[in-house]
């Protein structure tokens, strides 16, 4: 494959051709049936980079999702290699491996054509328009702890094989134009006055010249940098936000792995949680009558404290029973009798992931609201006052979180900063 | 290239069959001479790993390095793969192009026969038998101090184009087998009764028995270990230890990165420094008299701090002048007029990279002395006591560099430690 350029034979989908181009792909006919004059596609794609669609037929359905050319949120302007499906497709076979049953199942992979054929989440929603609409899933906050802990533990030294680990750092780390977007728009463009940032204005501007003098806070987003670049922890999901959640009332599935990259493991974790602290300002600007959310916003922060309890227990039990890897080798702990050895490197390995929660929670709020891509939940609030407010919080909170990662004392101090800031006049 | 085995058409080299196998190598003929006839070759290989032979004409002399395809110092019950020497080849270009003048020019590679034709360094002897034998070299500590910060900051997310960064990234990922040994012997082995293990016995069975019940320097072992493996933000040399140094009176050159990989900015320095404190030492096992050799002992720390200060000086002025990579980008902090930001950065670079180093300092001290691979500067001393005494000392040493990294007042501090260990008794 001529992964930096887009390949002859390459032709973009449409509603109108996927049947004629797809009848001949066994995986899909057999789901669909074999009539291709009864499938119908439609075009679902509300990200910012690919062409999505679900296909039905008599069978049932499909999702069918291809990579442009270019960035669809700006357009050709922004050129975007095709590979990017490439990488989507090898991360959630992984990802398929490490938590069973979480992301759509694979049918069929073209790299010519950028083309993944998967599984359709039916009547699942992104969870983003449930953040927005006060609807409440049981069973969320495990979920996620539990496929956090279980993909970036098990991608990691502490479970692979190391040689069959270094062949997927290898391999993903060819995926450098979709990196070359985190780098940029999310630890860099925030802290200077970037050609395609946008924030609410004149509302946060007070906020934003602030925080581009604050100099803690910029050597804190680069070393945050740093470490995405260079700490090879794991395979990562690499944009695990809310939008890259689908639920139904009790089930929970993660989708959209095309920025799966080898980096530290509090990266998806911190990145996960900041979309939820946003959620939880962006209340006001969608409660009915005021106050009216205040329940639900407890419930967010419930979540939150949920999926890292939960990350926890479970990193824990799979570094008390699956530590299989090259690093913390039980054959220097619990076989020469020192589970106490084992449990203290545990500690401390837990507290630095926590910190890098932190700064990589603070780093993703203050990008979603400075930077190119923001969250539904603020743009959606029509009322520029209002919003304003809602994303002056997230900034206030995510630069605590960032350049205090290293001395915050704990889940509970986080949460309680969250309402504080929320409840008061801060700044 | 099969990497994975030994190629057909492989075969070793002898001094006999030099002039045969390599007289139509152009780059060969045009330094020695085109009667090979005239040529000689002596095997010279003192390392653990491969054949060297210089090889002498009436026009000059190159040396010819060859893997074999097993670990030389233990012989062919196990296997090593002949691509180290691939690695060592392309580590030898990027270091000739980031510290000119450093390392051996190459003047041909061939990959099926593991084989590399590089300069002859004349009259240079290795490091490590001036360190036995007190000799001093001028200008040792500047070279390697720059040597040190050159290379890992050229090689880094700092200064490099980062596509090309993690292609490099990637084409190294697969020195798995060296990075391996590394990943064993330095980091694993020395901490329980590992197999290939042997120690000065039994003069140092208390402490060794007390080391592999210490709970803390376990955990960080394999807290360095972890970030050995995981935290790739330079192209390291890989083994930069006083026998991967040559030198003359006044001339330091750099030989053998086979073990290149990307990892940890600190490690190769923290390898280095511990090679010179082991054989500061050492010193009382080469004394003519006893006392004799306390100048060089001052001398040796000397370099220490030389090393560590010039890197300091040098990394300092590369961050300011070549910062022309994607973190810390000039963008966000002098063009803002923001230098004191960048300084802000540069600080607290320079302290992670110290206490990196320490901790690498004090593993690569524990398993010179307890693992496979020990010094010549402790084994060549016969008095089993004295070379005790001498290895103890570096024991209490690394145990306390590794130990406390964190929190490790500095440079003076760290040669006040080696003093008064060397003075006292510490236990």
Not at 100 to 123: K, N, R, S
Not at 140 to 157: H, I, K, Q, V, Y
Not at 307 to 316: M, V
Request: negative net charge; charged residues 25%; proline residues 4%.
């Amino acid at each position: 494959m001529t992964q930096d350029s887009t390949p002859s034979g390459y032709e973009p989908l449409t509603v109108e051709s996927i049947p004629a181009r797809l009848k001949e792909i066994a995986a899909i006919t057999e789901r669909l049936g074999r009539d291709s004059s009864q499938w119908q596609a439609r075009e679902v794609g509300d990200g910012n980079l690919n062409l999505v669609f679900i296909v039905t037929g008599p069978g049932g359905s499909v999702i069918v999702k291809q990579a442009l050319p270019y960035v669809r949120l700006v357009g050709d302007s922004w050129p975007l290699p095709l590979k990017r499906a490439f990488f989507e497709y090898h991360a959630l076979t992984r990802q398929a491996a490490r938590d069973p049953g979480m992301v759509p199942e694979v049918y069929h992979f073209d790299a010519v054509q950028g083309l993944i054929v998967m599984q359709f989440y039916t009547p699942h929603v992104i969870l983003r328009q449930s953040l927005m609409a006060g609807v409440r899933h049981d069973g969320l906050a495990r979920a996620m702890g539990l496929f956090c802990a279980r993909t970036l533990f098990r991608g990691s030294d502490l479970s692979m094989d190391t040689s069959q680990r270094k062949a997927d750092l290898a391999l993903f780390a060819d995926n450098v134009e979709l990196c070359d977007i985190t780098e940029n728009l999310v630890f860099s463009d925030p802290y200077f006055d970037a050609e395609m940032n946008h924030h609410t204005s004149p509302q946060l501007d007070d906020i934003v010249a602030r925080m581009r003098r604050d100099i803690d806070l910029k050597v804190a987003a680069q070393e945050m940098k740093a470490k995405f670049c260079n700490n090879a922890e794991t395979l990562l999901h690499g944009d695990l936000h809310t939008g890259s959640i689908m639920v139904t009332a009790d089930e929970t599935r993660v989708i959209d792995p095309e920025f799966a990259t080898y980096g530290p493991i509090g990266f998806d974790i911190g990145m996960l949680l900041a979309n939820f602290f946003m959620a939880y300002y962006a209340q006001p600007g969608h409660a009915e009558t005021t106050g009216a959310r205040a329940d639900y916003q407890e419930w967010i922060l419930d979540v939150v404290a949920g999926i890292w309890r939960t990350f926890e227990a479970e990193f824990s039990r799979l570094w008390r029973q699956e530590r299989t890897g090259i690093l913390f080798e039980r054959t220097l702990f619990e076989d020469q009798g020192d589970g106490l050895g084992a449990e203290q490197a545990l500690g401390r390995r837990l507290n630095a992931i926590w910190q890098d929660t932190l700064g990589f929670a603070g780093v993703e709020i203050i990008r979603r609201t400075l930077s190119l891509a923001h969250i539904a939940e603020n743009d959606s609030i029509e009322d520029a006052n209002l919003r304003g407010k809602c994303e002056r919080h997230g900034l206030l909170l995510g630069r605590q979180l960032l350049v205090n990662r290293e001395t915050f004392a704990g889940l509970d101090a986080m949460l309680d900063l969250a309402r504080t800031i929320e409840q008061g006049e801060m700044g």
